[in-house]
Protein backbone atom coordinates (compact mmCIF):
# COMPACT_ATOMS: atom_id res chain seq x y z
CA UNK A 1 0.00 0.00 0.00
CA UNK A 2 1.45 3.60 -1.23
CA UNK A 3 2.07 5.78 2.14
CA UNK A 4 0.24 9.24 2.39
CA UNK A 5 3.64 10.79 2.21
CA UNK A 6 3.92 9.08 -1.22
CA UNK A 7 1.32 10.08 -2.76
CA UNK A 8 1.68 14.04 -1.74
CA UNK A 9 5.63 13.89 -3.02
CA UNK A 10 4.56 12.44 -6.38
CA UNK A 11 1.35 15.25 -6.21
CA UNK A 12 3.88 18.06 -4.93
CA UNK A 13 6.66 16.92 -7.62
CA UNK A 14 3.86 17.96 -10.63
CA UNK A 15 1.83 20.52 -9.35
CA UNK A 16 4.71 22.95 -7.59
CA UNK A 17 7.98 21.61 -9.09
CA UNK A 18 7.32 21.26 -12.68
CA UNK A 19 7.70 17.51 -13.24
CA UNK A 20 6.86 16.94 -16.85
CA UNK A 21 7.01 14.28 -19.57
CA UNK A 22 8.86 16.44 -21.69
CA UNK A 23 7.73 14.76 -24.89
CA UNK A 24 6.64 11.80 -26.32
CA UNK A 25 8.00 11.52 -30.12
CA UNK A 26 6.74 9.32 -32.73
CA UNK A 27 9.34 7.67 -34.76
CA UNK A 28 8.63 7.19 -38.23
CA UNK A 29 10.61 5.34 -40.71
CA UNK A 30 10.01 7.17 -44.11
CA UNK A 31 12.66 4.38 -45.89
CA UNK A 32 9.91 2.97 -48.20
CA UNK A 33 8.99 6.69 -49.34
CA UNK A 34 11.71 7.02 -51.60
CA UNK A 35 10.86 7.46 -55.07
CA UNK A 36 12.41 8.37 -58.57
CA UNK A 37 9.73 11.70 -58.68
CA UNK A 38 10.01 14.29 -55.79
CA UNK A 39 6.13 14.50 -55.90
CA UNK A 40 5.25 10.89 -55.73
CA UNK A 41 7.63 10.60 -52.60
CA UNK A 42 6.38 13.44 -50.74
CA UNK A 43 2.99 12.06 -51.00
CA UNK A 44 3.75 8.77 -49.89
CA UNK A 45 5.55 10.98 -46.83
CA UNK A 46 2.66 12.74 -46.07
CA UNK A 47 0.62 10.08 -45.86
CA UNK A 48 2.57 7.47 -43.93
CA UNK A 49 3.21 10.14 -41.24
CA UNK A 50 -0.51 11.54 -41.01
CA UNK A 51 -2.02 7.72 -40.61
CA UNK A 52 0.29 6.35 -38.05
CA UNK A 53 0.62 10.12 -35.66
CA UNK A 54 -3.38 10.57 -36.02
CA UNK A 55 -3.68 9.63 -32.89
CA UNK A 56 -1.21 10.60 -30.96
CA UNK A 57 -1.66 14.05 -30.32
CA UNK A 58 -4.83 12.68 -28.37
CA UNK A 59 -3.17 9.73 -27.20
CA UNK A 60 -0.85 12.46 -25.48
CA UNK A 61 -3.58 13.80 -23.87
CA UNK A 62 -5.71 11.14 -22.40
CA UNK A 63 -2.43 10.39 -20.63
CA UNK A 64 -1.75 13.14 -19.41
CA UNK A 65 -5.60 13.12 -18.09
CA UNK A 66 -5.47 9.70 -16.91
CA UNK A 67 -2.00 9.94 -14.76
CA UNK A 68 -2.13 13.80 -13.93
CA UNK A 69 1.01 14.16 -15.19
CA UNK A 70 1.54 17.24 -18.08
CA UNK A 71 3.06 15.72 -21.62
CA UNK A 72 4.34 18.81 -22.68
CA UNK A 73 4.35 17.88 -26.38
CA UNK A 74 3.97 15.68 -28.71
CA UNK A 75 6.30 15.73 -31.48
CA UNK A 76 7.29 13.10 -34.75
CA UNK A 77 10.65 12.19 -35.62
CA UNK A 78 11.43 10.85 -39.39
CA UNK A 79 14.25 9.03 -41.39
CA UNK A 80 16.76 11.29 -42.40
CA UNK A 81 14.93 13.32 -45.34
CA UNK A 82 18.58 13.00 -47.64
CA UNK A 83 18.24 9.22 -47.48
CA UNK A 84 14.47 9.43 -48.49
CA UNK A 85 15.07 12.27 -51.27
CA UNK A 86 18.04 11.17 -52.44
CA UNK A 87 16.09 8.51 -55.32
CA UNK A 88 14.65 11.72 -56.74
CA UNK A 89 16.23 13.89 -59.46
CA UNK A 90 14.97 16.66 -57.14
CA UNK A 91 18.16 19.50 -56.37
CA UNK A 92 16.01 21.29 -54.03
CA UNK A 93 14.21 19.73 -51.33
CA UNK A 94 12.14 22.14 -50.09
CA UNK A 95 8.99 20.49 -51.65
CA UNK A 96 10.25 17.75 -48.67
CA UNK A 97 10.39 20.12 -46.08
CA UNK A 98 7.04 21.65 -46.99
CA UNK A 99 5.45 18.42 -47.15
CA UNK A 100 6.84 17.11 -43.04
CA UNK A 101 5.48 20.76 -42.34
CA UNK A 102 2.50 20.07 -43.69
CA UNK A 103 2.20 16.38 -42.33
CA UNK A 104 2.92 18.47 -39.15
CA UNK A 105 -0.04 20.60 -39.27
CA UNK A 106 -2.52 18.16 -39.92
CA UNK A 107 -1.29 15.73 -36.96
CA UNK A 108 -1.61 18.79 -34.91
CA UNK A 109 2.00 18.56 -33.39
CA UNK A 110 4.38 21.47 -33.25
CA UNK A 111 7.75 20.09 -34.45
CA UNK A 112 8.90 17.38 -36.29
CA UNK A 113 12.51 16.64 -36.86
CA UNK A 114 14.78 14.51 -39.58
CA UNK A 115 15.30 16.99 -42.52
CA UNK A 116 18.81 15.93 -41.51
CA UNK A 117 22.35 14.37 -43.33
CA UNK A 118 24.71 12.19 -41.66
CA UNK A 119 27.82 13.35 -43.65
CA UNK A 120 30.41 12.69 -41.12
CA UNK A 121 32.68 10.68 -43.13
CA UNK A 122 31.63 12.80 -46.30
CA UNK A 123 28.74 13.47 -49.06
CA UNK A 124 26.48 11.85 -51.41
CA UNK A 125 24.35 13.10 -53.90
CA UNK A 126 21.33 13.75 -51.67
CA UNK A 127 23.15 14.72 -48.74
CA UNK A 128 24.38 17.78 -50.79
CA UNK A 129 21.40 19.02 -52.03
CA UNK A 130 19.59 18.71 -48.11
CA UNK A 131 22.29 20.66 -46.65
CA UNK A 132 21.94 23.20 -49.18
CA UNK A 133 18.34 23.68 -48.55
CA UNK A 134 18.07 23.58 -45.28
CA UNK A 135 18.51 27.90 -45.14
CA UNK A 136 14.92 27.78 -47.55
CA UNK A 137 13.45 24.99 -45.45
CA UNK A 138 13.75 26.54 -41.74
CA UNK A 139 13.06 29.93 -43.21
CA UNK A 140 10.25 28.50 -45.38
CA UNK A 141 8.34 26.16 -42.91
CA UNK A 142 7.32 26.65 -39.30
CA UNK A 143 7.74 23.14 -37.29
CA UNK A 144 10.74 21.24 -39.35
CA UNK A 145 13.52 20.99 -37.39
CA UNK A 146 17.19 20.54 -39.43
CA UNK A 147 20.38 18.20 -38.05
CA UNK A 148 23.36 17.29 -39.55
CA UNK A 149 25.62 14.83 -38.17
CA UNK A 150 29.58 16.10 -38.92
CA UNK A 151 31.55 14.07 -37.26
CA UNK A 152 32.18 10.42 -35.39
CA UNK A 153 34.64 8.76 -32.99
CA UNK A 154 35.07 6.28 -36.04
CA UNK A 155 35.02 8.65 -39.37
CA UNK A 156 36.89 11.40 -37.48
CA UNK A 157 35.41 15.42 -38.68
CA UNK A 158 34.51 16.07 -41.93
CA UNK A 159 35.82 19.62 -41.82
CA UNK A 160 34.58 20.50 -45.62
CA UNK A 161 30.99 19.62 -43.83
CA UNK A 162 32.38 21.41 -40.47
CA UNK A 163 32.57 24.75 -42.56
CA UNK A 164 29.37 24.26 -44.95
CA UNK A 165 27.55 24.52 -41.55
CA UNK A 166 29.27 27.37 -40.69
CA UNK A 167 27.51 28.72 -43.95
CA UNK A 168 24.48 27.42 -43.53
CA UNK A 169 23.91 28.85 -39.93
CA UNK A 170 24.57 32.26 -41.27
CA UNK A 171 22.27 31.73 -44.37
CA UNK A 172 19.26 30.37 -42.08
CA UNK A 173 19.81 33.49 -39.54
CA UNK A 174 19.75 36.07 -42.35
CA UNK A 175 16.77 34.31 -43.36
CA UNK A 176 15.21 34.72 -40.27
CA UNK A 177 16.35 37.81 -39.26
CA UNK A 178 13.00 39.49 -38.72
CA UNK A 179 12.48 36.63 -36.09
CA UNK A 180 16.17 37.25 -34.61
CA UNK A 181 17.37 34.11 -36.47
CA UNK A 182 14.83 31.68 -35.31
CA UNK A 183 15.37 29.13 -38.03
CA UNK A 184 18.77 28.85 -36.12
CA UNK A 185 17.01 27.48 -33.25
CA UNK A 186 15.82 24.66 -35.37
CA UNK A 187 19.26 23.70 -36.60
CA UNK A 188 22.03 21.30 -34.88
CA UNK A 189 25.12 20.00 -35.95
CA UNK A 190 26.37 17.07 -34.34
CA UNK A 191 28.94 14.52 -33.48
CA UNK A 192 28.01 11.00 -32.82
CA UNK A 193 24.52 11.33 -32.76
CA UNK A 194 22.44 9.29 -31.70
CA UNK A 195 19.40 7.81 -33.68
CA UNK A 196 16.60 7.38 -31.12
CA UNK A 197 16.85 10.98 -29.41
CA UNK A 198 13.53 12.58 -28.60
CA UNK A 199 14.36 15.77 -28.28
CA UNK A 200 13.93 18.53 -30.47
CA UNK A 201 15.62 20.10 -32.85
CA UNK A 202 17.91 17.26 -33.24
CA UNK A 203 15.66 14.48 -33.18
CA UNK A 204 15.48 12.13 -36.03
CA UNK A 205 14.24 8.37 -36.59
CA UNK A 206 18.14 6.82 -37.11
CA UNK A 207 17.98 3.93 -40.39
CA UNK A 208 18.64 0.98 -37.54
CA UNK A 209 15.33 1.73 -35.60
CA UNK A 210 12.25 -0.09 -36.19
CA UNK A 211 9.43 1.13 -38.70
CA UNK A 212 7.64 3.48 -35.82
CA UNK A 213 8.18 3.39 -32.44
CA UNK A 214 7.59 5.81 -29.24
CA UNK A 215 10.45 7.61 -27.23
CA UNK A 216 9.74 9.41 -24.48
CA UNK A 217 11.90 12.13 -22.95
CA UNK A 218 11.27 12.99 -18.94
CA UNK A 219 12.69 16.32 -17.29
CA UNK A 220 12.60 17.59 -13.96
CA UNK A 221 15.19 20.02 -13.26
CA UNK A 222 12.60 22.00 -10.53
CA UNK A 223 12.49 18.50 -8.38
CA UNK A 224 15.59 17.81 -8.41
CA UNK A 225 16.37 21.27 -7.21
CA UNK A 226 14.04 20.70 -4.68
CA UNK A 227 15.61 17.55 -3.31
CA UNK A 228 18.73 19.22 -2.95
CA UNK A 229 17.65 21.95 -0.98
CA UNK A 230 16.84 19.37 1.86
CA UNK A 231 20.33 18.11 2.02
CA UNK A 232 22.06 21.93 2.17
CA UNK A 233 25.92 21.21 3.38
CA UNK A 234 25.61 18.04 3.25
CA UNK A 235 28.69 16.37 1.57
CA UNK A 236 29.11 15.12 -2.11
CA UNK A 237 28.17 11.25 -1.06
CA UNK A 238 24.56 12.66 0.11
CA UNK A 239 24.59 15.35 -2.75
CA UNK A 240 25.13 11.96 -5.77
CA UNK A 241 22.59 10.08 -3.91
CA UNK A 242 20.10 12.14 -3.44
CA UNK A 243 20.06 13.52 -7.34
CA UNK A 244 20.03 10.09 -8.20
CA UNK A 245 16.38 8.50 -6.08
CA UNK A 246 15.00 11.85 -7.51
CA UNK A 247 16.45 10.80 -11.22
CA UNK A 248 15.04 7.61 -10.39
CA UNK A 249 11.72 8.53 -9.69
CA UNK A 250 11.56 10.67 -12.33
CA UNK A 251 12.29 8.38 -15.03
CA UNK A 252 9.93 5.98 -13.35
CA UNK A 253 7.17 7.78 -14.61
CA UNK A 254 8.78 8.41 -18.19
CA UNK A 255 8.83 4.68 -18.60
CA UNK A 256 4.96 4.29 -17.85
CA UNK A 257 3.88 6.97 -20.27
CA UNK A 258 5.77 5.55 -22.94
CA UNK A 259 4.85 2.13 -22.44
CA UNK A 260 0.97 3.26 -22.02
CA UNK A 261 1.39 5.12 -24.94
CA UNK A 262 2.97 2.66 -26.78
CA UNK A 263 0.40 0.30 -26.31
CA UNK A 264 -2.37 2.85 -26.88
CA UNK A 265 -0.96 3.37 -30.47
CA UNK A 266 -0.14 0.04 -31.26
CA UNK A 267 3.75 0.81 -31.82
CA UNK A 268 6.78 -0.83 -29.70
CA UNK A 269 7.86 1.16 -26.52
CA UNK A 270 11.43 2.50 -27.91
CA UNK A 271 13.39 4.40 -25.21
CA UNK A 272 13.42 6.91 -22.59
CA UNK A 273 15.61 9.84 -22.37
CA UNK A 274 16.40 10.39 -18.78
CA UNK A 275 17.62 13.96 -19.25
CA UNK A 276 16.90 17.37 -16.99
CA UNK A 277 15.76 19.64 -19.60
CA UNK A 278 14.97 22.99 -18.47
CA UNK A 279 12.15 25.74 -19.27
CA UNK A 280 12.44 29.25 -18.96
CA UNK A 281 10.73 29.11 -16.56
CA UNK A 282 11.43 29.84 -13.20
CA UNK A 283 11.81 27.15 -11.06
CA UNK A 284 12.63 24.67 -14.27
CA UNK A 285 16.43 25.25 -14.62
CA UNK A 286 19.52 23.10 -14.58
CA UNK A 287 21.85 26.31 -13.74
CA UNK A 288 19.69 26.75 -10.63
CA UNK A 289 20.83 22.98 -9.51
CA UNK A 290 24.17 24.16 -10.26
CA UNK A 291 24.04 27.17 -8.08
CA UNK A 292 21.86 25.23 -5.31
CA UNK A 293 25.25 22.68 -4.81
CA UNK A 294 27.02 25.66 -4.10
CA UNK A 295 28.46 27.86 -6.46
CA UNK A 296 27.11 31.55 -6.47
CA UNK A 297 26.42 31.78 -10.11
CA UNK A 298 26.46 29.39 -12.63
CA UNK A 299 29.81 29.07 -14.82
CA UNK A 300 32.21 30.53 -12.06
CA UNK A 301 34.91 27.54 -10.99
CA UNK A 302 33.54 24.75 -10.33
CA UNK A 303 30.66 24.74 -12.63
CA UNK A 304 32.30 21.93 -14.70
CA UNK A 305 32.60 19.75 -11.18
CA UNK A 306 29.05 20.19 -10.72
CA UNK A 307 28.01 19.91 -13.67
CA UNK A 308 29.65 16.35 -14.01
CA UNK A 309 28.24 15.04 -10.61
CA UNK A 310 24.64 16.10 -11.98
CA UNK A 311 25.13 14.57 -15.14
CA UNK A 312 26.32 10.95 -13.66
CA UNK A 313 24.30 10.87 -10.89
CA UNK A 314 21.26 11.10 -13.08
CA UNK A 315 22.49 8.65 -15.61
CA UNK A 316 23.19 6.36 -12.20
CA UNK A 317 19.18 6.34 -11.14
CA UNK A 318 17.97 6.55 -14.55
CA UNK A 319 19.36 3.41 -15.74
CA UNK A 320 18.27 1.48 -12.71
CA UNK A 321 14.65 2.80 -13.26
CA UNK A 322 14.66 1.62 -17.22
CA UNK A 323 16.04 -0.83 -18.90
CA UNK A 324 15.90 0.68 -21.88
CA UNK A 325 17.24 4.36 -21.94
CA UNK A 326 18.95 6.14 -25.00
CA UNK A 327 18.67 9.41 -26.64
CA UNK A 328 21.18 11.88 -24.69
CA UNK A 329 20.12 11.46 -21.03
CA UNK A 330 21.85 13.54 -19.08
CA UNK A 331 21.49 17.50 -18.05
CA UNK A 332 20.77 20.09 -21.40
CA UNK A 333 22.22 23.55 -21.03
CA UNK A 334 20.86 25.31 -23.64
CA UNK A 335 21.00 29.31 -22.72
CA UNK A 336 18.05 30.75 -23.83
CA UNK A 337 15.80 28.12 -22.34
CA UNK A 338 17.14 28.31 -18.73
CA UNK A 339 15.92 30.77 -16.74
CA UNK A 340 19.22 30.70 -14.80
CA UNK A 341 21.13 29.99 -17.26
CA UNK A 342 20.32 33.39 -18.92
CA UNK A 343 20.48 35.51 -15.82
CA UNK A 344 24.29 33.71 -15.56
CA UNK A 345 24.63 35.17 -19.18
CA UNK A 346 23.79 38.55 -18.76
CA UNK A 347 25.58 38.74 -15.89
CA UNK A 348 29.16 37.89 -17.46
CA UNK A 349 29.36 34.96 -15.20
CA UNK A 350 28.92 32.33 -17.90
CA UNK A 351 31.31 32.87 -21.25
CA UNK A 352 31.39 30.72 -24.34
CA UNK A 353 34.90 29.35 -23.18
CA UNK A 354 33.28 28.03 -20.26
CA UNK A 355 29.69 26.87 -22.08
CA UNK A 356 32.18 24.62 -24.54
CA UNK A 357 34.08 23.02 -21.19
CA UNK A 358 30.75 22.64 -19.42
CA UNK A 359 29.54 20.22 -22.53
CA UNK A 360 32.59 17.93 -21.97
CA UNK A 361 31.18 17.05 -18.89
CA UNK A 362 26.88 17.28 -20.03
CA UNK A 363 24.67 15.39 -22.46
CA UNK A 364 24.70 17.53 -24.97
CA UNK A 365 27.05 21.00 -26.13
CA UNK A 366 26.79 24.35 -27.13
CA UNK A 367 23.20 24.70 -27.22
CA UNK A 368 20.46 27.94 -27.80
CA UNK A 369 23.45 30.46 -27.24
CA UNK A 370 23.13 33.58 -29.18
CA UNK A 371 26.16 34.71 -30.44
CA UNK A 372 27.07 38.67 -32.72
CA UNK A 373 25.26 38.66 -36.05
CA UNK A 374 28.09 39.71 -37.76
CA UNK A 375 30.40 36.81 -36.67
CA UNK A 376 32.18 34.99 -39.25
CA UNK A 377 31.01 31.82 -40.99
CA UNK A 378 34.65 30.68 -40.39
CA UNK A 379 34.80 31.29 -37.07
CA UNK A 380 31.04 29.53 -36.32
CA UNK A 381 32.85 26.68 -37.87
CA UNK A 382 35.71 26.70 -35.81
CA UNK A 383 33.27 27.06 -32.84
CA UNK A 384 31.62 23.67 -34.28
CA UNK A 385 35.00 21.98 -35.08
CA UNK A 386 35.79 22.55 -31.81
CA UNK A 387 32.63 21.22 -29.96
CA UNK A 388 32.63 18.12 -32.28
CA UNK A 389 36.26 17.70 -31.51
CA UNK A 390 35.24 16.83 -27.63
CA UNK A 391 32.67 14.75 -29.02
CA UNK A 392 34.90 12.74 -31.23
CA UNK A 393 38.06 12.42 -29.02
CA UNK A 394 35.70 11.33 -25.77
CA UNK A 395 33.45 9.28 -27.38
CA UNK A 396 29.72 11.04 -26.59
CA UNK A 397 27.63 12.88 -28.42
CA UNK A 398 28.22 16.89 -28.89
CA UNK A 399 25.99 19.65 -30.64
CA UNK A 400 25.67 23.14 -31.64
CA UNK A 401 22.83 25.13 -31.68
CA UNK A 402 24.21 28.30 -32.27
CA UNK A 403 22.00 31.95 -33.33
CA UNK A 404 24.10 34.64 -35.32
CA UNK A 405 21.52 37.23 -34.59
CA UNK A 406 21.16 39.09 -37.41
CA UNK A 407 22.09 43.33 -36.85
CA UNK A 408 22.61 42.53 -32.86
CA UNK A 409 25.65 42.81 -30.34
CA UNK A 410 27.07 41.90 -26.99
CA UNK A 411 24.48 43.91 -24.98
CA UNK A 412 21.60 42.84 -26.69
CA UNK A 413 19.22 40.41 -26.63
CA UNK A 414 16.92 37.86 -28.64
CA UNK A 415 13.55 36.55 -28.00
CA UNK A 416 11.97 33.42 -29.30
CA UNK A 417 9.36 33.30 -26.67
CA UNK A 418 7.64 29.88 -25.97
CA UNK A 419 9.97 27.41 -24.76
CA UNK A 420 12.86 28.79 -27.09
CA UNK A 421 12.58 31.74 -24.76
CA UNK A 422 15.25 34.67 -24.53
CA UNK A 423 19.37 35.02 -24.27
CA UNK A 424 21.73 37.96 -23.95
CA UNK A 425 23.90 38.35 -26.88
CA UNK A 426 27.63 36.40 -25.69
CA UNK A 427 31.18 37.62 -27.10
CA UNK A 428 33.05 35.31 -29.12
CA UNK A 429 36.59 35.78 -30.04
CA UNK A 430 37.66 37.92 -32.64
CA UNK A 431 40.77 36.28 -33.06
CA UNK A 432 40.64 34.58 -36.91
CA UNK A 433 40.42 30.88 -37.29
CA UNK A 434 40.08 31.11 -41.05
CA UNK A 435 42.78 29.77 -42.48
CA UNK A 436 42.33 26.51 -40.49
CA UNK A 437 38.54 26.44 -41.41
CA UNK A 438 39.41 26.56 -44.91
CA UNK A 439 41.72 23.93 -45.33
CA UNK A 440 39.18 21.07 -46.16
CA UNK A 441 39.34 17.62 -46.07
CA UNK A 442 38.84 15.32 -43.26
CA UNK A 443 40.37 15.46 -40.04
CA UNK A 444 41.10 11.91 -38.62
CA UNK A 445 39.72 9.22 -36.27
CA UNK A 446 41.75 9.13 -32.85
CA UNK A 447 43.56 5.99 -31.59
CA UNK A 448 41.69 4.86 -28.62
CA UNK A 449 44.60 2.69 -27.43
CA UNK A 450 46.56 5.15 -26.01
CA UNK A 451 43.70 6.78 -23.21
CA UNK A 452 44.24 9.91 -21.58
CA UNK B 1 -2.92 -1.06 -16.32
CA UNK B 2 -6.25 -2.93 -16.47
CA UNK B 3 -6.80 -1.57 -12.93
CA UNK B 4 -9.45 0.93 -12.57
CA UNK B 5 -8.24 2.23 -9.20
CA UNK B 6 -7.97 5.71 -8.76
CA UNK B 7 -6.17 8.15 -6.49
CA UNK B 8 -7.87 11.28 -5.56
CA UNK B 9 -6.22 13.87 -3.13
CA UNK B 10 -7.90 17.11 -1.53
CA UNK B 11 -5.74 19.41 -0.42
CA UNK B 12 -6.88 23.18 1.19
CA UNK B 13 -7.56 25.23 4.31
CA UNK B 14 -9.92 23.24 6.27
CA UNK B 15 -13.74 23.35 7.06
CA UNK B 16 -17.15 21.41 6.83
CA UNK B 17 -18.36 19.73 4.45
CA UNK B 18 -15.02 18.51 2.12
CA UNK B 19 -15.14 14.70 2.75
CA UNK B 20 -19.42 14.77 1.95
CA UNK B 21 -19.03 16.83 -0.62
CA UNK B 22 -16.61 14.42 -2.51
CA UNK B 23 -18.31 10.75 -1.41
CA UNK B 24 -21.83 12.66 -2.39
CA UNK B 25 -20.05 12.89 -6.24
CA UNK B 26 -18.94 9.32 -5.86
CA UNK B 27 -22.09 8.21 -5.02
CA UNK B 28 -23.83 9.55 -7.58
CA UNK B 29 -21.77 7.99 -10.18
CA UNK B 30 -21.42 4.36 -8.72
CA UNK B 31 -17.35 4.58 -7.68
CA UNK B 32 -16.94 2.82 -4.71
CA UNK B 33 -14.17 4.31 -1.73
CA UNK B 34 -11.77 1.92 -0.82
CA UNK B 35 -9.84 4.17 1.77
CA UNK B 36 -9.94 7.12 3.24
CA UNK B 37 -6.61 8.79 4.95
CA UNK B 38 -5.91 12.17 6.07
CA UNK B 39 -3.10 14.22 7.39
CA UNK B 40 -3.09 18.18 8.25
CA UNK B 41 0.68 18.90 6.18
CA UNK B 42 1.43 22.47 8.01
CA UNK B 43 -1.61 24.37 7.83
CA UNK B 44 -3.06 22.45 5.06
CA UNK B 45 -6.38 20.04 5.28
CA UNK B 46 -4.91 17.02 3.13
CA UNK B 47 -6.98 13.88 2.49
CA UNK B 48 -6.38 10.99 0.06
CA UNK B 49 -9.27 8.94 -1.19
CA UNK B 50 -8.46 5.90 -2.38
CA UNK B 51 -11.72 4.56 -5.18
CA UNK B 52 -12.41 1.77 -7.90
CA UNK B 53 -14.02 3.17 -10.57
CA UNK B 54 -14.38 -0.19 -11.92
CA UNK B 55 -18.26 0.11 -12.29
CA UNK B 56 -19.06 3.61 -12.68
CA UNK B 57 -21.14 5.17 -14.83
CA UNK B 58 -19.28 8.24 -15.62
CA UNK B 59 -15.23 8.64 -17.32
CA UNK B 60 -12.72 9.73 -15.10
CA UNK B 61 -12.45 12.85 -17.15
CA UNK B 62 -15.81 13.35 -16.32
CA UNK B 63 -15.14 12.96 -13.15
CA UNK B 64 -12.37 15.24 -12.87
CA UNK B 65 -14.28 17.98 -14.40
CA UNK B 66 -17.02 17.55 -11.37
CA UNK B 67 -14.30 17.64 -8.56
CA UNK B 68 -12.91 20.30 -10.06
CA UNK B 69 -16.07 22.11 -9.93
CA UNK B 70 -16.87 21.23 -6.29
CA UNK B 71 -12.99 21.88 -5.35
CA UNK B 72 -13.88 25.59 -6.72
CA UNK B 73 -16.85 25.49 -4.44
CA UNK B 74 -15.33 24.45 -0.97
CA UNK B 75 -12.28 26.98 -1.60
CA UNK B 76 -9.62 23.64 -2.06
CA UNK B 77 -7.33 21.60 -4.92
CA UNK B 78 -9.15 18.26 -6.01
CA UNK B 79 -7.11 16.09 -8.41
CA UNK B 80 -7.81 12.87 -9.62
CA UNK B 81 -4.86 10.42 -11.03
CA UNK B 82 -5.08 6.41 -11.95
CA UNK B 83 -3.17 4.76 -9.32
CA UNK B 84 -0.13 3.57 -11.34
CA UNK B 85 1.12 7.17 -11.52
CA UNK B 86 1.97 6.54 -7.72
CA UNK B 87 2.80 2.96 -7.93
CA UNK B 88 5.10 3.02 -10.81
CA UNK B 89 7.24 6.01 -9.33
CA UNK B 90 7.07 4.38 -5.70
CA UNK B 91 7.05 0.58 -6.13
CA UNK B 92 9.71 -1.35 -7.74
Not at chain 1, 81 to 87: G, Y
Not at chain 1, 251 to 259: K, N, Q
Not at chain 1, 428 to 433: E, R, T
Request: glycine share 10%; net charge negative.
Amino acid sequence: MLTIEEILETIKMVQQENLDIRTITMGISLRDCAHPEARVACQKIYDKITRLAANLVEVGEEIAQTYGIPIVNKRISVTPIALVAESSREEDYLLFAQTLDRAAREVGINFIGGFSALVHKGFTRGDHALVHSIPAALAGTERVCASVNVASTKAGINMDAVYLMGRVIKDTAERTAGQDGLGCAKLVVFANVPEDNPFMAGAFHGIGEPECVINVGVSGPGVVKKALEKVRGADFGTLAETIKKTAFKITRMGELVGRVAAEKLGVPFGIVDISLAPTPAVGDSVAEILEEMGLERCGTHGTTAALALLNDAVKKGGAMASSYVGGLSGAFIPVSEDAGMIRAAAEGALSMDKLEAMTCVCSVGLDMIAIPGDTPAETIAAIIADEVAIGVINRKTTAVRLIPAPGKQVGDWVEFGGLLGRAPIIPVHKISAAEFVRRGGRIPAPIHSLNN
Amino acid sequence: MSSKRIIISIIGPDRVGIIAGVAGILADHNINILDISQTILQEFFAMIMIADMGRSTISLQELKELLTAKGEELGVSISAQHEDAFNYMHRI
